[in-house]
């Protein structure tokens, strides 16, 4: 045999299942699959300054634990009922983690937490928890991270995004040009927002890109570009946090320079709060200041937020606290309530 020259670093290879046996297995309910139609009518009505609404993305850093995010949901649901005239909130339900370096890469990838990688599962359980969130009534927004998972449950989300790590990766624009629902461009780890701005432009256009069918199949797709992408403020670390009057203002203007709706979201937590969940209510009071005097261009913000707050390290399914991240840590549902309260106070007083 000649010098193998291929696969010299792929140990295993095993089959996975297709997007259309899964949504076969667990099928969207045509009540639901109306919601959700609405639900991104909502978002997008919004962000284009069409609905007075703040759009409040809120919830876990990543799901780890379906039962503890359906708890979660449903409280959330309870305590934004009274808000819902001045806020429309999105449940955050993250299966797909970028790391820094490396570590559990969420629940699809590790769905067991225990490094067996089922990633079958962790596709089923996605898709299952997308459905039990979308029953309760809740929107959902999650990232898109792996280029062909949205196959598989793209269906079930009324919000995406594409992370700080991956805003300048031509797939990911490429993909968010094909998605259905609207898209949110974080601003780079470093702080630059130029090249979220850049990532709109590119996924506004057609690509054909390479991906996977609905039946597994490799195949090139033609998107019609997605008119619906937006930009959210992370803060960076070359350029600090980035939720200030003066951020909000040049972010803006920037969007306006490019043609662009000057609407933007705010992301309270990551390089904006330093990852200290406790910071996300400073960004909280900050924001409001700025809706009351009259920044229209804030129209979303992203909360990170789980029953009970800080985070945990990584441990065996049962020796975890119930309802506490593994991965970011978040505020509490009970010190978010408060934080819902506020924004909505200030919508109202505002608009
Ligand atoms: O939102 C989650 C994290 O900020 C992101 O996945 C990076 O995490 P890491 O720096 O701990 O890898
Ligand atoms: C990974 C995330 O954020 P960022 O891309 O801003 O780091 C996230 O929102 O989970």
Same mark, same amino acid.
């Given at each position: ?31 639901? &699959? +109306?919601?959700?139609?609405? $639900? ?8 284009? =300054?069409?609905?007075?609404?703040? @759009? /409040? ?76 969130? &979308? +029953?309760?009534?809740?929107? $959902? ?8 998972? =949205?196959?598989?449950?793209?269906? @079930? /989300? ?194």
């Amino acid at each position: 045999m000649s010098q193998r020259t291929d696969d010299l670093r792929i140990s295993r290879a095993q089959p996975l299942i297709t997007p259309w046996i899964l949504q076969e297995e667990l099928p969207l309910a045509d009540t639901q &699959a +109306e919601d959700i139609a609405t $639900a991104r009518r909502n978002i997008e009505a919004i962000l284009a =300054g069409d609905d007075p609404r703040l @759009l /409040v993305i809120v919830g876990p850093c990543s799901v780890h634990d379906p039962d503890a995010l359906l708890d979660y949901a449903r409280q959330l649901k309870a305590l934004c009922e009274p808000l819902q005239d001045a806020i429309y909130p999105v449940l955050r339900v993250y299966f797909e983690k970028p790391r820094t370096v490396i570590g559990w890469k969420g629940l699809i990838n590790d769905p067991e937490l225990d490094n067996s990688f089922r990633i079958n599962r962790g596709l089923h359980l996605a898709r299952k928890v997308l459905l039990d969130v &979308a +029953e309760l009534g809740l929107p $959902a927004a999650s990232e898109f991270l792996d280029n062909t998972f =949205g196959q598989y449950y793209a269906d @079930l /989300v009324s919000f995406g995004a594409i992370g700080a790590r991956t805003v300048e990766s031509q797939i990911h624009r490429e993909l968010a040009s094909g998605l259905s629902m609207p898209v949110g461009f974080k601003n780079a780890t470093n702080g630059q927002v130029d090249v979220a701005i850049d990532a709109i432009r590119s996924a506004s256009h057609s690509h054909w890109f390479p991906s996977l069918t609905k039946e597994g199949t490799p195949a090139v797709l033609q998107s019609s570009g997605n008119p619906h992408c937006y930009l959210i403020l992370r803060g960076g670390k070359d350029s600090g946090p980035n939720y200030h009057p003066q951020a909000v203002q040049s972010a803006a203007q920037a969007l306006a320079e490019q043609g662009l709706t000057a609407s933007l979201i705010v992301d309270c937590s990551h390089g904006n709060s330093g990852k200290k969940p406790e910071q996300q209510a400073q960004v909280v009071a900050n924001l409001c200041d700025q809706i009351d005097q009259g920044q229209t261009a804030l129209r979303g913000v992203m909360l990170e937020s789980h029953l009970v707050g800080g985070s945990q390290a990584m441990a065996p399914r049962d020796a975890l606290n119930y309802g506490q991240s593994i991965t970011d840590a978040c505020l509490s549902l009970s010190d978010t309530h408060p934080l819902l309260e506020t924004l909505a106070a200030s919508v109202r007083r505002a608009r």
